[in-house]
């Protein structure tokens, strides 16, 4: 894996911060890519345990989204939690995990956001501008903006505002279920990013990206947790 940007991880908040603000610049917001020759999308998502990071891809084959490969990574947690800069505890394991991937997919949906952060740089942005890679941001909650309420049905959504700009879309998933937060991560517009959510779906309110992702971050990380906890054997 080759990054198109590289950063030191352990940083003083404020630093953090000031990263996220230089990077936020280089985000691009048109599809880079042709949607119609999309043969593969990946899920990312990260489990925080017994000071871990545990980090998931999984593969699918797209459009009928079944698996192709999953890999896993683990990295020690040395940030503090901070909100809005918990890219810097998640992102060494994500890249870790990312390292180990025999098939590099067309495109990444991340279980976090993209544009949709107070400076417009959550991990589906970050990720995607040191991969230099089309991501997506899918986040189960709101971190930050404001909006009104979707219509009920499956791809009703609203624009996240931030004032008057638009940081990210509500997206309904599943009819009369909480909506998803689907925001740009990098190298693909709004509009295409909500189609290809939607897209990933198979009836429930996560895509299938993030599903498979969470089940295999979240297994690993209570195994290792689970483990940790067990008292040590001594002879």
């Known amino acids: 894996m080759k990054l198109a940007y590289s950063h030191g991880w352990d940083l003083p908040p404020d630093k953090a911060r000031a990263l996220q603000d230089q990077l936020a610049g280089s985000v691009v917001t048109e ?5 119609a020759a999309l043969q593969t999308v990946a899920g990312v998502d990260v489990s925080i345990r017994a000071g871990q990071a545990t980090a998931a891809v999984v593969v699918l084959s797209f459009p009928d989204l079944k698996p192709v490969e999953q890999a896993l990574a683990t990295a020690p947690v040395t940030f503090p939690y901070v ?11 994500v890249l870790a995990a990312l390292d180990k991937l025999a098939t590099w997919p067309d495109l990444f949906v991340f279980d976090a956001h993209g544009l949709a952060h107070p400076r417009r740089m959550g991990l589906a942005s ?16 709101r971190l930050t903006g404001t909006h009104t309420e979707p219509g009920d049905q499956v791809g009703d959504w609203v624009p996240l505002l931030d004032g008057t700009e638009t940081i990210g879309a509500v997206v309904r998933s599943r009819a009369r279920v909480k909506p998803l937060f689907v925001s740009i991560g990098h190298r693909v517009d709004l509009g295409t990013a909500v189609e290809l959510v939607l897209r990933c779906g198979r009836g ?17 990380g209570l195994a290792m947790g689970a483990a940790a906890a067990r008292p040590s054997r001594t002879s």
């Not at 599809?31 to 949607?35: E, N, Q």
Request: net charge neutral; aromatic share 10%; charged share 20%.
């Open 126 to 141: 970050h990720m995607g501008l040191l991969l230099d890679w089309p991501s997506i941001g899918c986040a189960k909650s």
């Open 204 to 220: 429930y309110r996560l895509p299938e990206t993030t599903r498979y992702a969470h089940k295999v971050a979240g297994e690993a």
């Open 83 to 93: 909100p809005g800069l918990l890219t810097f505890r998640e992102g060494p394991g």
């Open 31 to 35: 599809t880079t890519f042709d949607p």
